[in-house]
């Protein structure tokens, strides 16, 4: 008799440097000693202070960074997690956890893992999760009637963070370009994400471990990306900003969080590579803190350069503070020019008109 030529999973397995732990399931578990020295550096992670970044304290043991590779791109029901990886720390060390599906039945016992994984952590990093990855799982576990673990849980996307502070400088901000740009790694003969649904399907037909591997390596690579670019995110929060940050987006972070005065630090160190957009918004926080003669030279200064708002602001603080009428009305007519016979403007003018014939 003829030995079959599929292989079975647990060849699958052996051949993923993984083991079968339900029918149609894979487990591979890879620690920090078997990951490349060439992907983004992990040596640090344990020791990074969310507090900045978060706002409270919350220890880098506790996060779970978790993507999907999925059987199709467009979502929907029908749409399967059939690879889901996680990364974090455990004893110091970086630890990625990956689940496998050699067969949609053993989607069941994956979410049963996943499930028990996630409740030992207290907050999740993705990167775009909140659209993609959680609204897919939430799906996957509502057809096995059973409860999302992550619902209520913390939800750290760092997709939008991370468009705010880079995307004024960089080409686009897919995880491959976060990788290069702010982490100094380049993936090498790395799966494109939109082979990934293709990679499972040829899979089904040849029960050919090769098609799995890459997709395996592409995911892993996501989840150790997402810790070390939230430590990344901490460590710019802490104050170590470099050249392709945008200091007003992550100043108006801090003034969110009602720390006006570390958005004012932040601005006033970065104030040589600010926009006028920035200096204006450094120029209110200064008058924010009773520093107005500090605002008052940003706004004049921006004024000659027939910035609106300046030139406002440059009327209204001689109308109203210096009492300067003359130069007032100078303002008032620049603000008409630069902006047209708008209504405020001309009733500013007229105002400032009627106080100087009364004099």
């Not at 040589?272 to 803190?289: D, Q, V, Y």
């Not at 130069?327 to 007229?350: D, Q, W």
């Amino acid at each position: 008799m003829l030995k079959s030529l599929i292989a079975s999973d647990e060849e699958i397995a052996h051949e993923l440097h993984g083991e079968l732990i339900a029918d149609g399931l894979i487990k591979i578990v890879t620690n920090s000693k078997a990951l490349s020295k060439e992907r983004p550096s992990c040596s640090a992670l344990p020791e990074a202070d969310l507090e900045p970044m978060l706002g409270e304290q919350m220890p880098f043991e506790s996060l779970l960074a978790i993507d999907t590779e999925t059987t199709g791109l467009s979502g929907g029901s029908g749409t399967v997690a059939f690879n889901i990886g996680f990364a974090y720390i455990r004893e110091g060390e970086v630890e990625v956890t990956q689940y496998v599906l050699t067969k949609y039945s053993g989607e069941k016992a994956m979410l049963e893992e996943v499930s028990a994984l996630i409740s030992q952590c207290e907050a999740l990093v993705t990167y775009n999760g909140k659209s993609c990855d959680v609204p897919l799982l939430v799906t996957r576990f509502r057809m096995q009637r059973k409860r999302a673990p992550f619902v209520g849980l913390p939800h750290i996307d760092l997709l939008h963070p991370t468009r705010a502070l880079f995307s004024k400088r960089w080409r686009d901000c897919r995880l491959t370009t976060v990788e290069r740009e702010a982490l100094g790694f380049e993936r090498q003969d790395d799966l494109p994400g939109f082979l990934v649904p293709a990679a499972w399907a040829n899979f089904l037909k040849t029960r050919n471990a090769k098609h799995l591997a890459p997709v395996i390596e592409h995911n892993r690579n996501d989840v150790i990306t997402l810790l070390a670019l939230i430590a990344k995110h901490a460590r710019i929060h802490a104050g170590e900003i470099d050249a392709d940050v945008d200091a007003l987006a992550l100043s108006r972070v801090f003034k969110r969080r009602g720390q006006r005065a570390k958005s004012l630090q932040l601005l006033e160190s970065q104030s040589h590579r600010l926009s006028p957009k920035g200096e204006l918004e450094l120029a209110r926080e200064l008058k924010h803190h009773g520093r107005v003669a500090d605002a008052i030279e940003i706004w004049s200064r921006l004024a000659e350069e027939s910035v609106p708002e300046a030139i406002e602001y440059c009327a209204k603080y001689h109308e109203h503070t210096s009492k300067d009428l003359v130069t007032a009305l100078r303002y008032a007519e620049a603000l008409i020019a630069t902006c047209g016979r708008r209504t405020p403007h001309l009733h500013r003018r007229e105002r400032l008109s009627r106080k100087l014939t009364s004099w």
